[in-house]
Structure formats: structure tokens, C-alpha cells
């Protein structure tokens, strides 16, 4: 029986890199890993501009949250020159129940996009079709699966870090998946993490 997937779009390699995210950092003053014992970085990119973005909430020692939202430009030969800009947010709710509304969403055990990439399909039937081979006709099973790629659009990295245990997973376009996929746990959790953020510190607004 062959297994034959149809897809309905084209899948693009979207988001922030590892080589990005080190180059953000440095240029943000940052460092790669994370600095806190309570700490959330989301990184968020994509497409053909050289614009990102980074969200940082952390906790210090004296128990203080702090999160802040950094613009970052690249710098491109001979277009434009490196440009960055930090700012302090503040939040609807108290930050320790932003935190744990993250918590809530699973954001210390998320997988990345790619590991379920599987289920990011609309299974088909099995179907017994005819073909011409070698001059013969033959009858073979089929399986016919849908499956949808989002061609251009945004990408982010996470990593987070809390209770003693740290997690860094990426999604690229969550939300437009999710669209096509309303049941999938993983999408809808990843969607709550950016629409908590987009509530309480007005950023990233569709």
C-alpha cells in the first residue's frame, strides 16, 4: 500500500535561527543562555525583512519580575545600518500571573513544530486504484493523506526556564495553523502563550 500526501501549500523554513538568535543576542547585549532562574525569552522573526523582535520576562533574586520587549534591525550592506531599541512593559495582571498562565499552556514541555509534524495531516481513505505498468493493468492500495504548509509568515523561538527545569521548542505561524487544526493540543497551547502576551503587554497584536 503507498502512502501519498498531498500538499496543499509549500512549506517555507520560517523563524529565527540558532545563528539568529546568537547574532540578536549579541547585538542586544545579551547572552545566549538564559540568565535567571525564572526567565522566558520568545524570540520572533520571519519572513524577508531583516526586523525581529524579542520578549524577555524574568524574576531576579529579590523576587522583582521584569519584562521588557527589544526591536532589533540588521544590519544589510550597503541598505541599512544596525538598529536596536529596548523598552520596559508593563502588565495588565500581576506578572506572577502571567508566568503562571505560561506555566498553564505547558511552555516548560512544548515540542517544536517539527516533532509534530505528523499530525499536521487530513488522513485520507484507503482506495484500491488501477494503473498501467509495464503495459499491464494492475490494482494497488492507496492511501491519500491532505496536508497544509504555510508558505510565508512568522516564526518564534522560546525558551524558558522555571521550577528547576528548562524547555526551548519553535513554532512558526501557530496561529495560522491552528485555523486548519483547532484540535491539535500543542497549536492551541502555543497560540494561549502568544495571546497571553499579546493581552496583557500589547505586542505582537494581530
Not at 500571573?97 to 509534524?117: D, K
Not at 500543542?186 to 505586542?203: D, P, Q
Amino acid at each position: 500500500m503507498k502512502n501519498i500526501q498531498i500538499l496543499i501549500m509549500f512549506l517555507f523554513s520560517i523563524g529565527v535561527s540558532a545563528q539568529d538568535v546568537t547574532e540578536i543576542n549579541s547585538d542586544l547585549k545579551l547572552s545566549d543562555s538564559l540568565t535567571y532562574e525564572t526567565e522566558v525569552r520568545i524570540y520572533q522573526g520571519g519572513g524577508i525583512t531583516n526586523y525581529s523582535s524579542l520578549f524577555r520576562m524574568f524574576k531576579n533574586k529579590s523576587q522583582k519580575w521584569t519584562a521588557e520587549f527589544y526591536e532589533h534591525y540588521a544590519k544589510v550592506d550597503g541598505q541599512a545600518e544596525l538598529r536596536t531599541d529596548k523598552r520596559t512593559l508593563k502588565s495588565k495582571n500581576d506578572m506572577e500571573f502571567v508566568f503562571q498562565n505560561f506555566l498553564r499552556s505547558h511552555i516548560l514541555e512544548l515540542p517544536s513544530l517539527g516533532e509534530i509534524q505528523w499530525k499536521l495531516v487530513t488522513r485520507g481513505n484507503v482506495e484500491k486504484v488501477k494503473k498501467q505498468y509495464r503495459g499491464k493493468e494492475i490494482e494497488e492500495y492507496e492511501l491519500t493523506n491532505k496536508q497544509i504548509a504555510i508558505l510565508d509568515g512568522e516564526g518564534f523561538k522560546i525558551q524558558a526556564k522555571g521550577w528547576n527545569r528548562a524547555n526551548e521548542f519553535e513554532f512558526s505561524n501557530p496561529d495560522g495553523y491552528l485555523k486548519h487544526y483547532p484540535e491539535i493540543d500543542e497549536l492551541i497551547y502555543m497560540c494561549e502563550i502568544l495571546n497571553v502576551i499579546r493581552t496583557e503587554f500589547g505586542i505582537w497584536k494581530k
